[in-house]
């Protein structure tokens, strides 16, 4: 799935990213633009702004609405409309920051860019070609798998 998130939803875009979405959100452009893009580049609008999203559904756009605030119930509300797997597979997930798609890298291509105990502690790694930005499993695993969670559970 495609999607095209407002300037609002940009924890749920990363969040989105993370589990393998194609999501593209930027704050600078304004309703007309991002009708353009959606339309343009046949991405899913999501939005909590309810006159785009009116605008939208008018132009024949796959527009949605999200009406929660609390980034799980976003989260569930566009897993539950849309079939997403709310679960992080690692071979498919984009970059949160850029939207990329991660590859897999081996520590030792990593030594001078790691803290001392993150190298000596963690074995998989992952980067993003684009923004370089590194990612592994550590202690914040826990918090993601719980938000994931929850968010599961509201879907049901």
């Not at 009708?35 to 132009?59: G, P």
């Not at 074995?123 to 993003?128: S, Y």
Request: net charge positive.
């Amino acid at each position: 799935m495609r999607f095209l998130a407002d300037g609002m939803l940009g924890k749920l875009a990363r969040w989105l990213r993370m589990l393998g979405q194609d999501v593209v959100c930027n704050t600078q452009l304004d309703g007309n633009k991002l009708l353009e893009l959606a339309k343009t580049e046949c991405r899913v609008l999501l939005t909590r702004d309810f006159e785009l999203y009116k605008r939208a559904i008018t132009r024949c756009l796959d527009a949605f609405y999200i009406k929660e605030k609390k980034e799980t119930k976003q989260l569930s509300e566009v897993a539950q409309r849309y079939k997403v797997r709310l679960e992080i597979d690692m071979d498919k997930i984009n970059c949160p920051l850029c939207n990329t798609k991660l590859e897999g890298i081996s520590k030792e291509q990593l030594k001078d860019r790691l803290e001392e105990n993150t190298y000596k502690f963690y074995n998989k790694f992952w980067w993003c070609p684009k923004c370089s930005q590194i990612y592994w499993q550590g202690s914040h695993w826990k918090q993601i798998n719980q938000t994931l969670s929850l968010s599961q559970k509201k879907s049901h």
